[in-house]
């Protein structure tokens, strides 16, 4: 059974940084693309970023580049959000995802139950 963790939401100030954390258990992700994506209350839930297990690669929305880095560690099977710089409009819940697609919702086969991020002003 596919498990998708994630941890590490919170409430931080304006400017500062939080690391998410998504550990992934059941099966091998190898070939798959890990993402993040996020919803803000009464929006649709939108792309952050995503990481290839294999070569690293990495896609970033333009609304987060410069400040958030996903990464991976192979050995824990764990993949991270580091967000720097947060802004009130990053507030959402955060989901951690598995699949083959990489900017889509409907490429990523499976889910994580989401972490909440509130950024206060």
């Known amino acids: 059974q596919v498990q998708l963790v994630e941890s590490g939401g919170g409430l931080v100030q304006a400017g500062g940084s939080l690391r998410l954390s998504c550990a992934a258990s059941g099966r091998t992700f190898s070939n798959y693309v890990m993402g993040w994506f996020r919803q803000a209350s009464g929006k649709q839930r939108e792309f952050v970023a995503a990481i290839t297990w294999g070569a690293g690669t990495t896609y970033n929305a333009d609304s987060v580049k410069g400040r958030f880095t996903i990464s991976r560690d192979n050995a824990k099977n764990t993949v991270y959000l580091q967000m720097n710089s947060l802004k009130p409009e990053d507030t959402a819940v955060y989901y951690c995802?598995?699949?083959?697609?990489?900017?889509?919702?409907?490429?990523?086969?499976?889910w994580g139950q989401g972490t909440q991020v509130t950024v206060s002003s």
């Open positions: 995802a598995a699949g083959e697609g990489v900017w889509t919702r409907s490429g990523y086969k499976y």
